[in-house]
């Protein structure tokens, strides 16, 4: 009896030949490059440093495209958002010690928030390894321990012969649901050396999907159909996954309201009659969730913004589907299922029978007015104003990548993304200057439409050096900075929490002039011509910034 495993394709002669004969003039860099081109990536992202210069030197010899930032951390920015809008694993090369530790922020940000980042790191020579102290530039005693806590996966090669695999199987765990960063390290002399190896060919490292147990997903479609005042709440998982049909469809079916929350925007419709939108930082959307009955969470952990803090308090059943086990009945007890978004609602929609609510959109209608009341009644139309003003100039199906700023914040609750997978920001691990690079990354994955990215003042000087990337590469991304002079919501924390602010304001430059000094286009606006400088800016190509001096407010927070 044979088995689908025991089969071996057998190469043509014409392989055979090529193998015993490889191209002079390679490297264990050419490995890693060729390895990278057989799984099929066609952009790297990265920062060439001095033990990692054989995986750089290969790169003019591969057919892949390099994009590279001025900084490690925003490189792996860029690598993030590739990951997020193409769904494929993003290459970010480093360079030991120092390069690779500066990725740190960026890799945290990817593991919160399921990108898909495959960081290969150079180490320092074999003979180094193991934890001496030799004296190497850039020895760390154990590389891989700064790395462990963060990635998914941590692959070691001490021998050109493991290159492919270990790259291959990197590149698995990355898009193995959830995705996430791993980290693979070659050793400097491994990469340098000249290989006779035969040139790799395509590799096969196709994730396996997280299929939900069937006995389960059978309990769930019965409490949701029996269910009489059902809600859900819709994660990052339903975008990943792809699921935001699936998610239409059973909503409708069952006639449940939806809540979306910040790493789910765009998994509902906005204007959706069934649709409770983002307002999670919002008791009447707290209390409107506790009185659930049923409440059906997809692709979502429940954390601290997705909870109001930690003050929502589930009184009915809980339903969880999730595909990081890590975040399963984590912080709630649950029916928890751990599967695919995809696979789990596709399921349900296989299994639940119609549920008719009539009173359902009346339900949602009147949370919706409740919220709209309670922010009319705190003087901030200037803050709402610029919120419309960038979603009229946005194009519907362009992305946009958010800075950790007062803007971003209110966009979590109040921008309607449209679409599914068109809304990020750094909401997973809260660091800042993720907006600009994410952009350019963005950019650098689908160059047909326009990508903006929104900063402060105080994050645009994290990533200020990547204007020279935007500029060399002709990256389409236009860059909103909204300048109040420092730490805005930090300002706002302070203030509220110790009546006064320290080290929040900052001396800045003038941006308008600084990015023309990159030769990059720059525009000072104000919130009346917000719409249409941005407007213009999106219909040139290549890379803008429009700075916004303004002193934006939070609205009243409801979980205090």
Known sequence: MTHDHDLVLRPTAAQT?????????????????????????????????????????????????????????????????????????????LSTGPGALMSLAALQEAAAASAPVLAIGSQIPVAGLGGGRHGYLHELRDQQASFRDIVKSVHTVRTQSQIPSAIAAAWESALTAPHGPVWVEIPQDVLLAETTLPVVTAMDATPEDIAPRPELTAVAAHLLANAERPAIIAGGGVVRSDASGKLLALAERLDIPVVTTFGGKGAFPWEHPLSLQSWLEDRHTTDFLEDADVLLVVG????????????????????????????????????????????????????????????????????????????????LGLEQGIVAAVREALPERSPSFWDMTILAYWAWSAFDAKHPNTMHSAQGAGGLGYGFPAALGAAAADPS????????????????????????????????????????????????????????????????????????PATLTTPESLTADLAKAFATPGPSVVVLPALLRMFEPTHL
């Open 449 to 520: 439409r326009p990508v903006l990215a929104v900063s402060g003042d105080g994050g645009a000087m994290y990533s200020i050096a990547e204007l020279a990337t935007a500029k060399q590469y002709g990256l389409d991304v236009t860059w909103l900075i909204v300048d109040d002079g420092g730490y805005g919501i930090l300002r706002e924390y302070m203030t509220g929490a110790f009546g006064e602010a320290t080290g929040t304001e900052l001396s800045r430059p003038d941006f308008v002039a600084l990015s023309e000094s990159f030769g990059v």
């Open 300 to 379: 979502s952990g429940l954390g601290e913004l997705s909870s109001n803090y930690h003050t929502f308090a589930p009184r009915g059943r809980v339903i969880q589907i999730e595909a990081d086990a890590g975040k399963l009945e984590s912080n709630h007890p649950a029916l928890g299922i751990h599967a695919d978004a995809r696979l789990a609602l596709q399921a349900l929609l296989e299994t639940v029978p119609e549920r008719r609510d009539a009173t359902a959109p009346e339900r949602v209608s009147a949370v919706l007015t409740k919220v709209r009341d309670r922010i009319a009644a705190q003087d």
């Open 17 to 93: 030949t090529a193998a015993l004969n490889p191209p002079a003039g390679r490297n264990g860099g050419d490995l890693v490059v060729e390895t990278l081109t057989g799984l099929g990536a066609t952009t790297v992202f990265g920062l060439p440093g001095q033990h990692a210069l054989g995986m750089f030197d290969a790169l003019r010899r591969s057919s892949l495209r390099y994009v590279g930032l001025r900084v490690e951390n925003n490189a792996g920015f860029a690598a993030d958002a590739y990951g997020r809008i193409t769904g494929e694993a993003a290459p970010l090369l």
